[in-house]
Nanobody, 119 residues
């Protein structure tokens, strides 16, 4: 069963912007936090941004004010607005939701969306 569907990735020039979205399947409830991670080729996965249910946010050090995580509760969608993109932001971006589906409480991951930034 697909729990999360990401969209919005693509190819953009350095300095450009992209907005990623993550649609959350209604089978996931009691969501405590949402996050975006990324993994570049040959590198370890790293946290990009997190948003807790009470509105607290945290960003990776490399973000330096360029990205914003947000949510639309009615649409059950999480967003990552990325501005001033750099070639080093090239990676597969994954949406993560911590919540409950059926009898399982834990982290649910999307399939990933490729972001490529050209110099």
């Amino acid at each position: 069963q697909v729990h999360l569907v990401e969209a919005g990735g693509g190819l953009v020039q350095a300095g450009g912007s992209l907005r990623l979205s993550c649609a959350i399947n209604s089978v996931i409830h009691s969501i405590r936090s949402m996050a975006w991670h990324r993994q570049a080729a040959g590198k370890q996965r790293e946290m990009v941004a997190t948003l807790t249910n009470d509105g607290n946010t945290k960003y990776g050090d490399f973000v330096t004010g360029r990205f914003t995580i947000s949510r639309d509760v009615a649409k059950r969608t999480v967003y990552l607005q990325m501005n001033s993109l750099k070639p080093e932001d090239t990676a597969v971006y994954y949406c993560t939701i911590h919540g409950i589906s059926g009898f399982r409480t834990g982290d649910y991951w999307g399939q990933g969306t490729q972001v490529s930034v050209s110099s």
